[in-house]
Structures are given as C-alpha cells and as structure tokens.
C-alpha cells in the first residue's frame, strides 16, 4: 500500500497491504488508519495495540518491520460462517479429547523471532504448552490478559480477498520461523473451497496427506474433512466433521 504522505486517500485497488513504518495517516476502505511515528519495531508496535489510538476494527499486523492493514468487511460465507464452523469444532475438541485454548480472532500472537505481532483467526494451544516455555501469557495495561508470545500449537487463517499474500505467503514463512506446529489454511471463496493442514518438521512446513477427503492433525489426533453444502434457503454451508 501506499503511504499517506503521498496520497492523504489511497486508491481503492491499493486498499489492503503493507504501510511503512511510522508516521502516516490514510484511509482504507472508508476508515482512517494513522499509525503513529514512534511504531518502528515490533515492541513499539505491540505499545501501539494497548493504546485507545488503536484501531479497534480490521486487521493490523506487524509484519517484518513494515505495518500491515486490513480494514475490508469479511464476507459472511466464505470468511466469518467458515471461521465460526472451526470455532465450534475445535472450541468442543479443546474443552474435551485435546484439552487446551481454542482463542478465536482478537489474540494478540507475537513472536520475536519471525518479527510478527498480529491477529489470526484462531489459535490452539494446549495444556501442556501453556505450562512450558514455548508461550508465555502476557497481562494487557489495563490489566487482563491480551497477549500471547511464542510458538503456538496451531495458527488458522482463513484466506480472503485481501490476505492472499499475507496468508499464503508471509505468515507461510513467518509461522515456519516460528515453529508453530500446525498451520491450518482455509479459502472458502471458490465454489470447492481448499483446506490444507502444514506441519512443522525439520526442512519447514509439509502439507498432512488426505486420504479420502480427510486430513489428519497430529496435534488433535483427529482427522477432519471439508464438507460444503446448502442450507434449507439454498446459501452456502460449510460443515467441518471430525473422527
């Protein structure tokens, strides 16, 4: 994207991506975004997120010393009704067979070593993770925990319009730096949308095979496939099963 010192509005095809560091001021998508001067690192942009002057709508990374923005709606069936299904399947499995954190979208998830502070759509971890030393729980201002720094278990971004790059390829290499153990990616725009499982190994990610339409979880020990139909109205319904 490009910076407000140029253009106070940026154009309506360069409304999602990268700002530079510190200082600008911009709309995206009808919403002013001005990210102060003084975010030039991960630290400063992680003060920048427990401040009022923080965006409280949209998507607003750091990203490999540049801000990253997303200010667009999500789309009801291929974003937030395909989140909600891995919200209702993963939230059970964590309260039950996997007990841990299923966190839906509003984490703060930074990691140093990749040089990333942002929020994904979900993140696992388990109980015996929260008692190591891969993450740490990190107490907001305000008091209240708002923050979650390390190597998580599982990251889930949902791909859309505007995060292709983002998801496919900057978080790709950022969650592999990482070592976050299982990257879930999910694109429900196409009429068969893709679910892939990535698993952390020695040479990076590798994607979990599938076998008959299932893909299995190492860290779940469960497999799951993606079912897409319609409801009784005829809109789309995306149902995740798990065995």
């Not at 990610?205 to 339409?213: A, I």
Request: glycine fraction near 8%.
């Amino acid at each position: 994207m490009k910076t407000a010192q140029a253009k106070a509005r940026a154009p309506a095809a360069l409304a999602n991506g990268q700002l530079r560091r510190g200082g600008t001021r911009l709309f995206v998508d009808d919403v002013q975004l001005h990210v102060p001067a003084w975010v030039v690192d991960i630290e400063s942009f992680r003060r920048w997120t427990d401040t009022d002057e923080f965006p409280e709508r949209g998507y607003v990374w750091w990203l490999h010393g540049e801000v990253w923005a997303d200010m667009s709606r999500e789309q009801l069936f291929s974003h937030l009704a395909v989140k909600q299904e891995f919200f209702r399947v993963l939230g059970n499995l964590a309260k039950e067979d996997c007990p841990g954190m299923l966190i839906p979208d509003g984490l703060l998830l930074s990691n140093f070593e990749a040089d990333i502070s942002g929020n994904p759509d979900a993140t696992y971890i388990a109980a015996e993770t929260l008692d190591s030393n891969r993450v740490r729980l990190i107490e907001g201002a305000r008091g209240g925990y708002v923050e979650i720094q390390g190597s998580p278990d599982m990251v889930l971004e949902v791909v859309s319009d505007s995060s292709v790059q983002k998801d496919l390829v900057t978080l790709y290499d950022a969650y592999c730096v990482a070592r976050v153990t299982e990257y879930w990616l999910v694109d429900g725009r196409a009429e068969e949308p893709s679910f892939d499982i990535l698993r952390y190994g020695a040479k990076g990610f590798k994607r979990s095979p599938k076998k008959h339409g299932w893909i299995t979880s190492g860290i779940f020990g469960k497999s799951f496939p993606r079912r897409v139909g319609r409801d009784k109205s005829g809109r789309p319904a995306y149902t995740l099963d798990v065995r």
